[in-house]
Nanobody, 123 residues
Framework: QVQLVESGGGLVQAGGSLRLSCAAS????????MAWFRQTPGKEREFVAG????????YSADSVKGRFTISRDNAKNTVYLQMNSLKPEDTAVYYC????????????????WGQGTQVTVSS
């Protein structure tokens, strides 16, 4: 059974940094894509960044380019989201998702999800 567990959220001031982690277990992820999404109340889940487990190719949303970096540690089966220069509009619940094959930005196309971690950026 696939399990994704996010951690690392919290409260930070604008301009600060956080690093989110997503620990994956339950299968071999070598052919999978891992991605971070975020969601605020009343809105759809929004794509933030994705990475191919094999090869490490990445893709990020324009809103976070230059500020957020997605990476992975194969040995630990963990994906990270380093978030720098945080803004109040980055406040959301951040989710880790997994799917096979390619990076896509549509949340419903992901097969597995974690429980989410809250990120709050104060002004």
């Amino acid at each position: 059974q696939v399990q994704l567990v996010e951690s690392g959220g919290g409260l930070v001031q604008a301009g600060g940094s956080l690093r989110l982690s997503c620990a994956a277990s339950g299968r071999t992820f070598s052919s999978y894509v891992m991605a971070w999404f975020r969601q605020t109340p009343g809105k759809e889940r929004e794509f933030v960044a994705g990475i191919r487990w094999s090869g490490g190719n990445t893709y990020s949303a324009d809103s976070v380019k230059g500020r957020f970096t997605i990476s992975r540690d194969n040995a630990k089966n963990t994906v990270y989201l380093q978030m720098n220069s945080l803004k109040p509009e980055d406040t959301a619940v951040y989710y880790c998702g997994a799917r096979s094959r390619s990076i896509v930005t549509t949340a419903v196309l992901y097969d597995y999800w974690g429980q989410g971690t809250q990120v709050t950026v104060s002004s």
